[in-house]
């Protein structure tokens, strides 16, 4: 019969029962099919939004819905801020500004990285406005020491405040008290300056609550040297008051603070200063002494 096996004469029928059987129990070969590679998802902060899609969060984080935006954009910070540095060219300007102004969302780290990028390729003021609050707000120093030189008044008030507690900024600090042109500023770098106590800064706020031209400031220089003055030993600005006090009269903040100032300075340097005819002053002279 055609397409029969046939089996050797040798073989006895058991024996080639079996053959057979076997040959018809045996399973043809079945190739496996590839194992699918592993997937591997992308590193944090890699795109997964669109240009349409972040256009539509920007739109939103200055609506009704800016809460809920906002709670959005807090998910999944890393794919936003991936988004918004590949589109936001594209963006006009005002989105830009709303994504900005909700940069905390993002976390501290992803935010200074979203003002840093900001800073140095952002030309539209809203926007450069609204990167300077959020470096204030996470504390980017780059930012905020570039901003003390800012033409904007508001802006370098706003560097002063949030510096207050850098201990590198000191001299910054300083230079906006002795000269900046604004007396909001001036006075923000003496309040700001309150936190610091080292000789150098007693000395600047002394000059400015003694010569400021405007009283707002040297109140308020006044009550940070009064500050700085207890945390320093006495006598510390002893021979720096003594000049001052002698040159020129004294605003009403600063009498109460020339005690502590002189003391110790002894009979023989502050008797100039106790035959002055402003009794105020040789009241407080006198109390120097005791």
Known sequence: MRGSRRFPTSLG??????VATGALGASPAVARPAEPAPQTRGAPGDEEFSQAELAALCTRLIGTQRERAERRLATRPGAWLATYLRHAVALPAWQRAAFVR???????????RLV??????EDDPTVLRAAAHLAARVHERTVLRQLLRSEDAD??????????ADTEAVAALLERLRRDPDVHVREAAARSLARHVEPRVAEGLLAA??????????RQAARSLQRCLRRLPAGSLRDEALQLVSAQPLDECVLPLVPDLLAGSGIGRLRPLLDTEDARLRAAVLRALV
Request: aromatic share 4%; proline share 2%; hydrophobic share 45%.
């Open 13 to 18: 029928l058991g024996a080639a029962f079996v």
């Open 102 to 112: 909700a940069g905390a969302q993002l976390g501290e780290r992803r935010a200074r």
């Open 116 to 121: 840093r990028h900001v800073w140095l390729d």
């Open 155 to 164: 802006e370098r008030a706003l560097a002063v405040r949030s510096l207050g």
């Open 209 to 218: 609550a003694v010569s400021d031209r405007q009283p707002r400031v040297r």
